[in-house]
Every structure is written in structure tokens, then in C-alpha cells.
Nanobody
């Protein structure tokens, strides 16, 4: 199973990026998918999650109203649209897939499948 994340890059404060994460090797049509991020010297933290059918989402407070998570089960892909980016959003962003069905967790330990990470750098 592979999760391939892409879309990171360097952007100025206030700019936008769209991250994508394509899964291969298994389908996640019954499983939550999420994005986490890890800033230099800090722990990996939850950013956003989307339920198996896309109807429920969860966000960390600091990105509410700026980030939108979505998924396309036909493409086995999850997205993170990031708008109004701030320097504090700078981190490596990881996509993740849950092996449990029909739950929506915000916990790092709930996710069994991880992408390789894509770096987002927001300049001030």
C-alpha cells in the first residue's frame, strides 16, 4: 500500500496551495483519511480528517475557515485545499489512511497508512 502526497512548495503569506494524496494497493472507500503536519523540532499533529463518504470533516482550530479537506473515492485520492496561508503553517504535511472502517479519528495512532510527506513553506 502506498500513499503518494504531492502539491507542497514555497508560497508567500496569504497564498494558497492544494495538496493531493493518491492511494494505491488498496482502496480507502470505507475508511477515513486525514492530513497531519510536522514542523521542525515538533511532534506530528492533526490538521484535518474526512470520513469515508466525505460527509463529515474535522479540523484543528487553527486552520478552520482556511483549509478544506475533501476526497474522491473513485480516484482513491484525498485533497487539502489551503488558503490564506501563514508562516506558522510551515511544515511537512503527511496524508494518512485509517484501516478501521467507518470511524473518524483525530489521533495519530489511529492511522495505519502514511504518505511520505510534502513540504509546505510559507514565507513572511
Amino acid at each position: 500500500v502506498q500513499l503518494q502526497a504531492c502539491g507542497g512548495g514555497l508560497v508567500q503569506t496569504g497564498g494558497s496551495l492544494r495538496l493531493s494524496c493518491a492511494a494505491s494497493g488498496r482502496t480507502f472507500g470505507s475508511n477515513a483519511m486525514a492530513w497531519f503536519r510536522q514542523a521542525p523540532g515538533k511532534e506530528r499533529v492533526f490538521v484535518a480528517a474526512v470520513s469515508w463518504n466525505g460527509r463529515r470533516t474535522q479540523y484543528i482550530d487553527s486552520v478552520k475557515g482556511r483549509f478544506t479537506i475533501s476526497r474522491d473515492n473513485a480516484k482513491n485520492t484525498v485533497y487539502l485545499q489551503m488558503n490564506s496561508l501563514k508562516p506558522e503553517d510551515t511544515a511537512v504535511y503527511y496524508c494518512a489512511g485509517d484501516s478501521a472502517v467507518f470511524r473518524l479519528s483525530l489521533e495519530v495512532n489511529a492511522y495505519d497508512y502514511w504518505g511520505q510527506g510534502t513540504l509546505v513553506t510559507v514565507s513572511s
